[in-house]
């Protein structure tokens, strides 16, 4: 965005000024004024001010250089640049020891936006530090005295007494806000080296000023200093019949003291106006009380870093190294008394989700009722901290017996077990806790923390919303999972990963009608892992969407390669979750297309029915820009969630396959043979084609065959085999099922 530009232009030539302007509206929206003489350099000057002056050198009856001391002279400080053509070395070097800050010629105005922009940084950062000396000489003195008080009160008193003594104020007080905001009570603090002045402070001491009333309160009001040059004839000043009554006249300032946008105290001075024959004593007071608020500022900003070293800024729980300050003293103490201490991790199941869908602001809310719960139920003694994000721990000090980590777990999950209401939504969360025990589990801090952590992702793997203590067996289970890991993340570039195809056979002629490729992993050491093995893995570590790229682009390079199957042949790939929520999976599905040359219509892609669920809209639009070229979708595990019907109806797919466990139950189990037979229906009805997953039987396959089901993929038919094996069966136009 173009920020505003106030330029005053000291140039003859219209022409060359439009240049100018078309140049510097690169930049900026400017106002500008184009003047040729000292008579109306000076006139505007004095009617507004400019951010920056750009001149000539040589102008008829006048100069660039005369300009420049006129403004020299006149004390202001405006980054000044010669912009010209007949400047010569000699006299560009002479102007900048003038005060010019740099020259350019009119032929290379290309410059000039970046000039501009160097010095309109370089003056404001002049004018900053000039600034900063003149009060740093001014202020010193009240600065450093008051830094080096204790408090806000004591703080109070050394302004107080540095005023009177500085700027020779004859009554210096202090009003500070009431609790709840609506009245200025003047503070006991003053200081009144004229003694004439005790009775109006007496007065001052018995009033409650109202925002907006009498002088203090216009000052807190406007949050701007206030003078009053005779408070006795002022109509508004209410202790005006107090100040009648001194012999000598009387003027006051009232000065606010913020810190940010509050103000925290109103500063009321009184002297005589023979004092103040200029606007220096007020200045010099505003100046003041702005550094009295920034000290206070500093001190609060102080209080709060110390705070927040030790403490967490959205719950207020301890944080992480008070965490650790209080688990040391607590392992100290049971070595002392011979007790036990319990340490509990305690992170919430999927909360991603929420602050996905819900937003972070939401989501923060939640962290802290949640965190007003939990400390319900901890006992006196105990430690409740949250050591970063979702993750809270609790340290139970002073333990007889490990029963007694078993009635706090239980009485977290109860509590957490109630609806949160938060900006309007109802919301069950979940937690998993981990529970490790000293001495009994480890001896240092840092294996209580890993075996904690240990447990409590070993109670999320059973489903979450329980705790679980820790044992030997679950560090051993986590050494081999982080092997797993390790090993994973190098099988792609060791190239380590292979596909099996299974067919899927046509229950009108018993052949192959087309294949699903399924990816499996040859580990070095520990043979041919199938996804299951690996998979939950991957997708936790991020792994899945690149694992899922390989395979789509290997198995459409492999079938068009091998030239499977005819017109009709169709090559089924697995999607999942993560790569296809990932944002360019269209992207992905073309390319590997592209690259391999195979035929979008003899692709499918299939998707788990939860995943169809969970992301409806990201899905449909998916289906419809690769539905264009002709990519088939299948909905895989069909019948184990909840899907819209009327909503896939209006979407590209072509197949169903209904979930292996359903047809595992049939024939045998009433209840699962009814909901195949009901499926396959449905499906007819709605005009998919069934494919029938997990045919292990022959009384299976029959019972199959008999509800109408298109087509069968499982043991029974062939298992996944490698492409060697897949590409002799279809070279061989092999019948795999009677009729």
Request: aromatic share 6%.
């Amino acid at each position: 965005m173009r920020k505003p530009l106030r330029a005053l232009i000291i140039e003859d030539s219209e022409g060359d000024t439009e240049l100018i302007l078309r140049e510097l509206a690169r930049g900026y929206v400017i106002s500008h004024r184009r003047v040729d003489s000292a008579r109306t350099l000076n006139e505007a000057i004095d009617h507004q001010e400019w951010d920056i002056v750009l001149a000539d050198y040589i102008l008829p009856g006048f100069s660039g250089a005369e300009a420049l001391a006129i403004l020299s002279k006149r004390g202001l400080d405006m980054p000044f640049i010669f912009v010209s053509g007949t400047m010569g070395e000699d006299a560009a070097v002479m102007a900048l020891k003038a005060g010019a800050q740099d020259y350019i010629t009119k032929g290379n105005l290309k410059r000039l936006l970046s000039a501009v922009n160097r010095e309109l940084r370089e003056a404001k950062s002049r004018r900053r530090q000039r600034r900063s000396e003149e009060e740093s000489r001014l202020l010193n003195t009240i600065v450093q005295s008051v830094s080096e008080t204790g408090d806000v009160n004591a703080a109070i008193e050394v302004m107080l007494d540095k005023l009177c003594e500085i700027a020779d104020w004859a009554l210096a007080q202090v009003w500070i806000p009431n609790a709840a905001g609506t009245q200025l009570g003047c503070d006991p603090a003053y200081r009144c080296p004229n003694g004439n002045l005790e009775k109006l402070r007496a007065t001052s001491m018995n009033d409650a000023v109202s925002l907006g009333e009498d002088l203090p309160g216009k000052a807190w009001l406007s949050q701007q200093t206030v003078y009053l040059p005779d408070v006795a004839r002022a109509p508004d000043f209410l202790r005006a019949d107090m100040a009648d009554a001194f012999a000598i006249d009387l003027a006051a300032v009232a000065v606010p003291v913020r810190v940010d946008t509050e103000v925290i105290a109103v500063f009321e001075l009184f002297g005589r106006p023979s004092h103040i024959p200029d606007d220096h004593s007020i200045q010099f007071v505003s100046a003041a009380a702005k550094q009295f608020g920034g000290v206070l500022q500093r001190k609060r900003a102080e209080r709060r870093l110390q705070y927040l070293a030790y403490y967490d800024a959205l719950t207020g729980l301890p944080n992480r190294v008070s965490f650790n300050d209080c688990l040391a003293r607590a392992l100290a103490e049971a070595d002392r008394h011979e007790r036990l201490v319990g340490l509990i991790f305690i992170d919430l199941d999927r909360f991603k989700d929420v602050n996905d869908s819900l937003g972070h602001r939401t989501g923060d809310r939640i962290l802290q009722a949640i965190a007003d719960r939990i400390r319900q139920c901890v006992r006196q003694g105990d430690t409740l901290s949250r050591l970063a994000g979702d993750e809270f721990t609790l340290i139970l000090s002073d333990m007889k017996h490990a029963d007694d980590a078993v009635r706090v777990a239980q009485g977290i999950l109860d509590k957490l077990d109630q609806p949160f209401y938060v900006d309007g939504h109802e919301l069950s969360i979940n937690v998993s806790l981990g529970i490790t025990i000293y001495p009994l589990d480890e001896n240092d801090m840092e294996g209580l923390l890993r075996n904690a952590d240990i447990a409590m992702y070993r109670a999320k793997e059973r489903g979450g919303n329980s705790y679980e203590f820790y044992s030997a067996e679950m560090a051993f289970k986590v050494q081999t999972r982080l092997a797993l890991e390790k090993s994973l993340r190098r099988a792609m570039e060791r190239d380590e990963f292979e596909l099996h195809f299974q067919p899927i056979v046509d229950l009108g002629n018993g052949r192959i009608q087309g294949v699903e490729a399924l990816i499996r992993w040859r580990r070095p050491g520990n043979g041919l892992l199938l996804p299951d093995e690996f998979i939950s893995v991957a997708e936790e570590t991020g792994l899945s969407a690149a694992i899922g790229e390989w395979a789509l682009r290997t198995a459409c390079r492999q079938c068009h390669q091998g030239n499977f199957g005819g017109r009709d042949f169709q090559l089924m790939v697995n999607v999942s979750s993560r790569q296809f929520a990932k944002g360019r999976f269209c992207d992905v599905v073309i390319r590997a297309l592209e690259e391999t040359g195979f035929d979008p219509r003899r692709l499918c892609i299939e998707i788990t029915e939860d995943l169809l669920m969970r992301n409806a809209a990201v899905a449909a639009e998916i289906m419809r820009n690769l539905g264009n070229p002709g990519v088939h979708f299948s909905i895989d595990d069909f019948g184990s969630g909840y899907s819209n019907l009327r909503q896939m109806q209006r979407l590209p797919i072509e197949h169903i396959k209904i979930d292996g466990s359903f047809v595992s139950g049939a024939p045998g189990n009433d209840g699962d043979g009814a909901i195949v037979s009901a499926v396959i229906a449905l499906a007819h009805t709605l005009g998919f084609k069934v494919i029938a997953e997990g045919v292990e039987t022959a009384d299976q396959l029959e019972f199959l065959r008999a509800q109408g089901c298109d087509a069968v993929q499982g043991h029974y038919c062939s298992p996944p085999v490698p492409h060697d094996t897949i590409t002799e069966y279809l070279g061989e136009n092999r019948v795999l099922l009677d009729r």
